[in-house]
């Protein structure tokens, strides 16, 4: 399971989170490629919606939200 900071994820906590984001969502199989994702949380935080729709067209705006989500509740942890 990944870190709960996206900011730390590695290749694997990435694909993982892609995968379970992918049945929360009830994408069909093969929405989510996760060889278009071949980076770590610190280069997914770089992405606008803008990539992740390109990434993934039926979805991506639902896996953009999310992440964010994620990477806003991480910061708010981590803040004084």
Do not use: E, I
């Not at 639902?62 to 509740?73: E, G, N, T, V, W």
């Amino acid at each position: 399971m990944y870190c709960v900071d996206p900011r730390q994820w590695s290749r694997d906590d990435v694909h993982s989170w892609l995968r379970q984001m992918s049945l929360r969502f009830n994408m069909a199989h093969g929405d989510v490629d996760t060889t278009r994702f071949m980076m770590n949380g610190r280069a997914l935080c770089l992405m606008n919606a803008d990539m992740f729709l390109y990434r993934v067209p039926r979805g991506g705006d639902k896996l953009h939200d999310d992440f964010q989500r994620r990477l806003l509740s991480a910061v708010m942890l981590t803040c004084d």
